[in-house]
């Protein structure tokens, strides 16, 4: 792959993913020693750590390293995020993203990409 980031970015990147996965693993709810010292309430972590988890893929993408979104056949209504590590393969169910396709064109898409910069501006 495609490192997408500067050399001279790719050591702050690596370190944001680092940081990031490092608090996916203090406030995952699904890792054995979650209930030792939960971040907040198990709701609430889950919603952190599915964000934290979309943040990391693309990081990882940015560095070059293989990682995506792939579908769990064995559950297709949870969808999982994979990372390749260095030092080895990472993975995590998340929740199927709950709309349809709300039948929007590639002209629709970023039109409400502008409107939303225009409205923050």
Not at 43 to 58: E, K, L, P
Request: with cysteine; hydrophobic share 40%; aromatic share 10%.
């Amino acid at each position: 792959m495609t490192v997408l980031v500067s050399d001279e970015l790719a050591p702050d990147i690596l370190r944001l993913l680092i940081e990031g996965l490092t608090m996916i693993a203090t406030c995952d709810p699904s890792n054995p020693s979650y209930d030792e010292q939960p971040c907040h309430s198990r709701d609430i972590d889950y919603q952190f750590r599915n964000a934290a988890v979309y943040s990391a893929v693309g990081l990882a993408l940015q560095l070059g390293w293989s990682a995506g979104i792939r579908m769990d056949e064995n559950s297709p209504e949870w969808p999982v995020a994979y990372i390749m590590l260095p030092t080895g393969q990472v993975s995590w169910h998340l929740p199927r993203f709950p709309h349809t396709y709300d039948l929007h064109s590639v002209v629709d898409k970023y039109a409400r990409i502008a409107e939303l910069a225009r409205l923050a501006a």
